[in-house]
Protein backbone atom coordinates (compact mmCIF):
# COMPACT_ATOMS: atom_id res chain seq x y z
CA UNK A 1 0.00 0.00 0.00
CA UNK A 2 1.32 3.26 -1.17
CA UNK A 3 2.66 5.87 1.86
CA UNK A 4 -0.23 8.54 2.14
CA UNK A 5 -2.86 5.82 1.05
CA UNK A 6 -1.99 3.90 4.54
CA UNK A 7 -2.00 7.54 6.49
CA UNK A 8 -5.64 7.96 5.23
CA UNK A 9 -6.90 4.45 5.94
CA UNK A 10 -5.62 5.12 9.56
CA UNK A 11 -6.86 8.51 10.02
CA UNK A 12 -10.44 7.43 8.49
CA UNK A 13 -10.70 4.41 11.43
CA UNK A 14 -9.49 6.66 13.80
CA UNK A 15 -11.97 9.10 13.26
CA UNK A 16 -14.81 5.92 12.92
CA UNK A 17 -13.71 4.88 16.49
CA UNK A 18 -13.29 8.27 17.87
CA UNK A 19 -17.02 9.24 16.78
CA UNK A 20 -18.75 5.83 18.07
CA UNK A 21 -19.43 4.73 14.64
CA UNK A 22 -17.05 1.40 13.72
CA UNK A 23 -17.70 0.03 17.61
CA UNK A 24 -21.26 0.26 16.92
CA UNK A 25 -21.43 -1.38 13.76
CA UNK A 26 -18.69 -4.16 14.93
CA UNK A 27 -20.88 -4.65 17.88
CA UNK A 28 -23.84 -4.93 15.77
CA UNK A 29 -22.19 -7.71 13.17
CA UNK A 30 -21.64 -9.89 16.24
CA UNK A 31 -25.07 -9.37 17.89
CA UNK A 32 -26.48 -10.33 14.31
CA UNK A 33 -24.59 -13.00 12.97
CA UNK A 34 -26.45 -14.39 9.63
CA UNK A 35 -28.78 -17.06 9.91
CA UNK A 36 -27.68 -20.37 7.68
CA UNK A 37 -30.02 -20.57 5.12
CA UNK A 38 -32.75 -23.53 5.56
CA UNK A 39 -32.17 -26.66 3.43
CA UNK A 40 -34.51 -26.65 0.35
CA UNK A 41 -36.96 -29.63 0.24
CA UNK A 42 -37.02 -31.20 -2.90
CA UNK A 43 -39.90 -33.47 -3.47
CA UNK A 44 -39.79 -36.88 -4.75
CA UNK A 45 -41.61 -38.60 -7.47
CA UNK A 46 -42.21 -42.32 -6.23
CA UNK A 47 -41.71 -44.37 -8.95
CA UNK A 48 -42.13 -47.95 -8.97
CA UNK A 49 -40.10 -50.35 -11.25
CA UNK A 50 -42.51 -53.66 -13.14
CA UNK A 51 -40.13 -56.39 -14.84
CA UNK A 52 -41.35 -59.34 -16.98
CA UNK A 53 -38.41 -61.54 -18.39
CA UNK A 54 -35.58 -64.09 -16.99
CA UNK A 55 -32.61 -63.23 -18.71
CA UNK A 56 -29.19 -62.83 -16.80
CA UNK A 57 -28.50 -58.85 -18.16
CA UNK A 58 -31.84 -57.62 -18.00
CA UNK A 59 -32.05 -58.76 -14.48
CA UNK A 60 -28.51 -57.06 -14.11
CA UNK A 61 -30.04 -53.98 -15.73
CA UNK A 62 -33.44 -53.70 -14.32
CA UNK A 63 -31.27 -54.04 -10.64
CA UNK A 64 -28.92 -51.28 -12.03
CA UNK A 65 -32.22 -49.26 -12.65
CA UNK A 66 -34.04 -49.29 -8.72
CA UNK A 67 -30.40 -48.65 -7.82
CA UNK A 68 -30.23 -45.67 -10.06
CA UNK A 69 -33.73 -44.36 -9.52
CA UNK A 70 -32.37 -44.34 -5.33
CA UNK A 71 -29.51 -42.13 -6.07
CA UNK A 72 -31.70 -39.68 -7.93
CA UNK A 73 -32.47 -36.28 -6.12
CA UNK A 74 -35.99 -36.02 -7.48
CA UNK A 75 -37.23 -39.56 -7.50
CA UNK A 76 -37.67 -42.00 -5.37
CA UNK A 77 -38.15 -45.71 -5.24
CA UNK A 78 -41.69 -47.37 -4.22
CA UNK A 79 -41.62 -50.71 -3.25
CA UNK A 80 -45.10 -51.65 -5.31
CA UNK A 81 -47.30 -50.08 -7.79
CA UNK A 82 -50.02 -48.91 -5.57
CA UNK A 83 -47.29 -46.87 -3.49
CA UNK A 84 -46.57 -45.34 -6.69
CA UNK A 85 -47.60 -42.08 -8.69
CA UNK A 86 -45.33 -43.46 -11.62
CA UNK A 87 -44.90 -47.30 -12.77
CA UNK A 88 -42.01 -47.63 -15.22
CA UNK A 89 -42.68 -51.24 -16.62
CA UNK A 90 -39.75 -52.89 -17.93
CA UNK A 91 -39.60 -56.44 -20.48
CA UNK A 92 -36.23 -57.58 -21.35
CA UNK A 93 -35.19 -60.54 -23.17
CA UNK A 94 -32.21 -62.06 -24.79
CA UNK A 95 -31.85 -61.43 -28.43
CA UNK A 96 -29.60 -64.19 -28.97
CA UNK A 97 -30.47 -67.50 -27.08
CA UNK A 98 -26.90 -69.02 -28.90
CA UNK A 99 -25.10 -66.66 -26.74
CA UNK A 100 -26.66 -66.14 -23.72
CA UNK A 101 -25.45 -63.28 -20.95
CA UNK A 102 -23.92 -61.41 -23.65
CA UNK A 103 -26.66 -58.31 -24.37
CA UNK A 104 -30.18 -57.83 -23.57
CA UNK A 105 -33.05 -55.90 -25.76
CA UNK A 106 -35.38 -54.15 -22.76
CA UNK A 107 -38.29 -52.39 -23.84
CA UNK A 108 -39.30 -49.40 -21.42
CA UNK A 109 -42.77 -47.72 -20.49
CA UNK A 110 -43.64 -45.12 -18.48
CA UNK A 111 -46.88 -44.60 -16.90
CA UNK A 112 -48.51 -41.62 -14.65
CA UNK A 113 -50.88 -43.45 -12.20
CA UNK A 114 -54.21 -41.59 -12.47
CA UNK A 115 -57.07 -41.69 -9.96
CA UNK A 116 -58.89 -43.80 -11.89
CA UNK A 117 -56.46 -44.54 -15.21
CA UNK A 118 -53.11 -44.65 -15.85
CA UNK A 119 -51.46 -42.15 -18.62
CA UNK A 120 -49.03 -43.29 -21.08
CA UNK A 121 -46.40 -40.68 -20.87
CA UNK A 122 -42.82 -41.89 -22.74
CA UNK A 123 -41.29 -45.16 -23.89
CA UNK A 124 -38.25 -46.85 -26.04
CA UNK A 125 -36.14 -49.37 -26.49
CA UNK A 126 -32.44 -49.94 -25.43
CA UNK A 127 -29.58 -52.51 -25.51
CA UNK A 128 -27.04 -53.57 -23.12
CA UNK A 129 -24.59 -55.95 -22.33
CA UNK A 130 -23.04 -56.82 -18.60
CA UNK A 131 -20.36 -54.33 -18.38
CA UNK A 132 -22.75 -51.76 -20.11
CA UNK A 133 -25.46 -52.12 -18.03
CA UNK A 134 -24.90 -49.63 -15.12
CA UNK A 135 -24.41 -46.94 -17.64
CA UNK A 136 -27.56 -47.64 -20.14
CA UNK A 137 -29.65 -47.51 -16.56
CA UNK A 138 -29.05 -44.40 -15.57
CA UNK A 139 -29.24 -42.96 -18.76
CA UNK A 140 -32.86 -44.29 -18.63
CA UNK A 141 -33.15 -43.34 -15.02
CA UNK A 142 -32.23 -39.50 -16.48
CA UNK A 143 -34.48 -39.94 -19.32
CA UNK A 144 -37.35 -40.77 -17.39
CA UNK A 145 -36.57 -37.63 -14.73
CA UNK A 146 -36.38 -35.57 -17.29
CA UNK A 147 -39.25 -36.04 -18.89
CA UNK A 148 -41.45 -36.46 -15.24
CA UNK A 149 -39.92 -32.27 -15.15
CA UNK A 150 -41.81 -31.93 -18.40
CA UNK A 151 -45.14 -33.39 -16.66
CA UNK A 152 -44.84 -32.33 -13.56
CA UNK A 153 -47.43 -29.96 -13.15
CA UNK A 154 -49.64 -33.64 -13.66
CA UNK A 155 -48.02 -35.32 -10.40
CA UNK A 156 -49.61 -34.87 -7.15
CA UNK A 157 -46.46 -34.91 -5.07
CA UNK A 158 -44.71 -31.75 -7.22
CA UNK A 159 -44.58 -28.28 -6.02
CA UNK A 160 -45.91 -27.67 -9.23
CA UNK A 161 -49.25 -29.24 -9.05
CA UNK A 162 -49.88 -27.73 -6.06
CA UNK A 163 -49.64 -24.03 -7.37
CA UNK A 164 -51.63 -25.10 -10.19
CA UNK A 165 -54.43 -26.52 -8.09
CA UNK A 166 -54.03 -23.24 -5.70
CA UNK A 167 -54.78 -21.32 -8.58
CA UNK A 168 -57.54 -23.17 -9.55
CA UNK A 169 -59.25 -23.42 -6.84
CA UNK A 170 -58.85 -20.09 -5.84
CA UNK A 171 -60.40 -18.59 -8.94
CA UNK A 172 -63.08 -20.91 -8.99
CA UNK A 173 -64.10 -20.06 -5.02
CA UNK A 174 -64.22 -16.10 -6.34
CA UNK A 175 -66.14 -17.09 -8.94
CA UNK A 176 -68.97 -18.88 -7.22
CA UNK A 177 -68.90 -16.30 -4.72
CA UNK A 178 -70.44 -14.36 -7.21
CA UNK A 179 -73.42 -16.52 -7.98
CA UNK A 180 -76.10 -16.36 -5.46
CA UNK A 181 -76.47 -19.41 -3.23
CA UNK A 182 -80.45 -20.34 -4.72
CA UNK A 183 -82.41 -19.13 -7.40
CA UNK A 184 -85.79 -20.60 -8.46
CA UNK A 185 -85.19 -23.46 -5.84
CA UNK A 186 -81.97 -24.01 -7.29
CA UNK A 187 -78.47 -24.09 -5.00
CA UNK A 188 -77.37 -22.19 -8.03
CA UNK A 189 -73.67 -21.67 -5.94
CA UNK A 190 -73.02 -25.72 -4.97
CA UNK A 191 -74.10 -26.49 -8.53
CA UNK A 192 -71.35 -24.64 -10.02
CA UNK A 193 -68.76 -26.20 -7.72
CA UNK A 194 -69.94 -29.37 -8.04
CA UNK A 195 -69.31 -28.64 -12.28
CA UNK A 196 -66.00 -27.39 -11.46
CA UNK A 197 -64.87 -30.15 -9.35
CA UNK A 198 -66.11 -32.83 -12.13
CA UNK A 199 -64.52 -30.78 -15.26
CA UNK A 200 -61.08 -30.91 -13.40
CA UNK A 201 -60.78 -34.70 -12.48
CA UNK A 202 -61.79 -35.48 -16.47
CA UNK A 203 -58.95 -32.59 -17.29
CA UNK A 204 -56.26 -34.27 -14.91
CA UNK A 205 -58.00 -38.17 -16.05
CA UNK A 206 -57.11 -36.95 -19.83
CA UNK A 207 -53.77 -35.64 -19.01
CA UNK A 208 -55.01 -32.08 -20.01
CA UNK A 209 -54.21 -29.06 -18.90
CA UNK A 210 -57.05 -26.37 -18.50
CA UNK A 211 -57.20 -22.44 -18.58
CA UNK A 212 -58.41 -21.88 -15.75
CA UNK A 213 -60.10 -18.17 -16.42
CA UNK A 214 -61.86 -20.08 -19.74
CA UNK A 215 -62.94 -23.24 -17.77
CA UNK A 216 -64.77 -20.44 -15.76
CA UNK A 217 -66.28 -18.81 -18.39
CA UNK A 218 -67.71 -21.76 -19.60
CA UNK A 219 -69.35 -22.82 -16.50
CA UNK A 220 -70.61 -19.93 -15.23
CA UNK A 221 -72.79 -19.59 -18.45
CA UNK A 222 -75.07 -22.27 -17.51
CA UNK A 223 -75.42 -20.89 -13.67
CA UNK A 224 -75.96 -16.68 -14.81
CA UNK A 225 -79.41 -15.65 -13.48
CA UNK A 226 -81.28 -13.53 -16.04
CA UNK A 227 -82.88 -11.01 -13.76
CA UNK A 228 -85.51 -10.58 -16.33
CA UNK A 229 -86.25 -14.33 -16.22
CA UNK A 230 -86.26 -14.12 -12.66
CA UNK A 231 -88.47 -11.21 -12.34
CA UNK A 232 -91.14 -12.73 -14.63
CA UNK A 233 -91.34 -16.39 -12.59
CA UNK A 234 -92.33 -13.97 -9.68
CA UNK A 235 -94.75 -11.98 -11.35
CA UNK A 236 -96.52 -15.37 -12.56
CA UNK A 237 -96.31 -16.82 -9.53
CA UNK A 238 -97.98 -13.76 -7.82
CA UNK A 239 -100.54 -13.23 -10.91
CA UNK A 240 -101.01 -17.43 -9.82
CA UNK A 241 -101.60 -17.07 -5.91
CA UNK A 242 -104.07 -14.29 -6.98
CA UNK A 243 -106.14 -16.59 -9.17
CA UNK A 244 -105.92 -19.41 -6.57
CA UNK A 245 -107.32 -17.10 -4.15
CA UNK A 246 -110.12 -16.01 -6.41
CA UNK A 247 -111.14 -19.59 -6.83
CA UNK A 248 -111.16 -20.45 -3.09
CA UNK A 249 -113.45 -17.07 -2.90
CA UNK A 250 -115.60 -18.15 -6.22
CA UNK A 251 -116.10 -21.98 -4.74
CA UNK A 252 -117.01 -20.49 -1.20
CA UNK A 253 -119.60 -18.23 -2.73
CA UNK A 254 -121.23 -21.08 -4.89
CA UNK A 255 -121.45 -23.49 -1.73
CA UNK A 256 -123.19 -20.92 -0.04
Do not use: N
Amino acid sequence: MKPYLRSTVVLTVAVLCATGIFPAFAAAQQASPQAPAAPVQVSKVPIAVSHAGDDAVGLSFVAAIKEAIRRASSASLAAAADDAEVVLVVTTLDPDPAKPGTVTAAAWTLLLMKEATKAYIGGGLRMCGPTSAPKAAADLVAQVVGILGMRSAEIPSSAEFEKAETVWDEAVEAAAAKLPLEACGVKVRDAFLEQMRVYVKWTQAASLTPDVQQAIAAGLSYFTVDESVGKRIQTQAAQLSQCQAELAALKKAIKK
